[in-house]
């Protein structure tokens, strides 16, 4: 299993700087996420998440397979090489639940809306292909985590819908914080992991501001 938000807690004072900002910063402290993976918002926004979602993360190759080219240390190229065939199926399971959930809805100021996805889709594959040792396996590494508390949200997402719930096969996180404990033993290495997750993190958190405000946008209509 990945991180999930009671690991994230537990671990957040054991394994450093990384460990911190994940307890900070990640997915499961933004409210519209912990209010979508609660599963009683309507189904047109748990349709509308998973579209943007998809925007962010729905097409290959992405971060974990910009990372893993740019990778120079084999505990490092390891870690992306599971992570990056993991996430095939990752994107085949968003894909499914998008086809299932139907159209995105309606929605005031959808032509803004896409424009800010694909700027920040186009700023994570810019991080990811970083040459700043560290900082690309630093978004890798990000991402991984925090897609324990998105996969919480797709998860309902496809209960609702009738879909089959496959099993998660990223790295444990045991074998993640093996791989972020070898890369901060140098400091410089270690603050640009830190800068790339904390770029990941914040294009996450947009994400949510963004859904939260086309929902309310719906809402008002």
Known sequence: MPFDSAQIARLGSSWGAMGSLVASDG???????RVLAGGNRPLRDLADAAHYICLLHGRGPGVIDHARNGAREPLEREWLDAAAEAFVGERGYLARIV?????LPSTPGHDRSEAAAHAQRHALDMLSRSDRAGCAAGAALALAI???TVRQFLNIAAGRLGLDIPRLGLPLPEETVS????LARESSMERAMLFGAQQVFAQHRGLWDLLEARADARDRT
């Open 99 to 103: 086809a299932a959930a139907g159209p």
């Open 179 to 182: 791989v972020v404990d070898a």
């Open 146 to 148: 925090d897609w324990g």
């Open 27 to 33: 997915s499961a402290n933004h409210s519209y996420l």
